[in-house]
């Protein structure tokens, strides 16, 4: 009995020091294939009803490719999840703003863990303003734009540099719409291949 308590207690430390042993996370250190893979099941799955089946590709991102402790990799996969939910289920444009309070604590939380620079409110709205710009066919001619403006906010960078990966972006969000789900992986994988080469701003 003392030997069982003795392992279970072993178990307990190994599962915490997982949990909460500190991480090199990074905004450029993912796997750019693995990265449009998630992107394009996160697609799929934004406009169902179903929470759950957001939370693991979101997981997969931020535990998996940002290498974010698994505990904030957790509780922050359900607040995007739960982001999407809230926007996909909303009626209206004033009731697609309850999204973004999950967004400010997602880009809190990717922000500390990464140490990284970035306004994590302005890049909450830049989000939910992509979102709506994507969900309104009739404004996605300032899609490309909006994603321009996204990335450069969190990499540091000027709009003009990240225009190459959002104009990719955006071609990948109409053959999402389409449903030509190939070409919106091939067009999403070229423009994480181009953000791997940023360089996340240092925390100031």
């Known amino acids: 009995m003392f030997a069982l308590k003795r392992l ?22 993912f796997d ?19 929470v759950w089946a957001l939370v693991r590709p979101f997981y997969s991102v931020y535990q998996g ?66 979102w709506m710009l994507r969900a309104d066919h009739a404004k996605r001619a300032q899609l490309t734009t909006a994603w321009s403006e996204s990335l450069a906010m969190l990499y540091g960078r000027s709009t003009q540099e990240c225009l190459p990966a959002a104009k990719k972006f955006a071609v990948a969000s109409k053959f999402a719409d389409e449903g030509k789900w190939g070409e919106a992986q091939a067009n999403a994988l070229e423009a994480w291949r181009i953000i791997g080469g940023f360089a996340p701003p240092e925390k100031k």
């Open 65 to 130: 490719q940002y290498q974010l402790p698994p505990i904030s990799a957790m509780k922050i996969s359900f607040d995007s999840a739960r982001a999407l939910h809230v926007f996909h289920t909303s009626p209206d444009a004033a009731d697609q703003e309850k999204a973004l309070a999950p967004l400010q604590t997602v880009f809190q939380t990717m922000k500390s863990g990464m140490k990284a620079g970035f306004d994590s409110n302005a890049s909450a709205r830049m989000e939910l303003m992509i």
């Open 8 to 29: 279970l207690l072993l178990l307990l430390i190994v599962l915490v020091a997982y949990c909460f042993w500190p991480r090199k996370s990074s905004l450029t250190g």
């Open 32 to 50: 750019p294939v693995r990265m449009s893979e998630l992107q394009m099941e996160i697609w799929k799955s934004a406009s169902g009803k179903k």
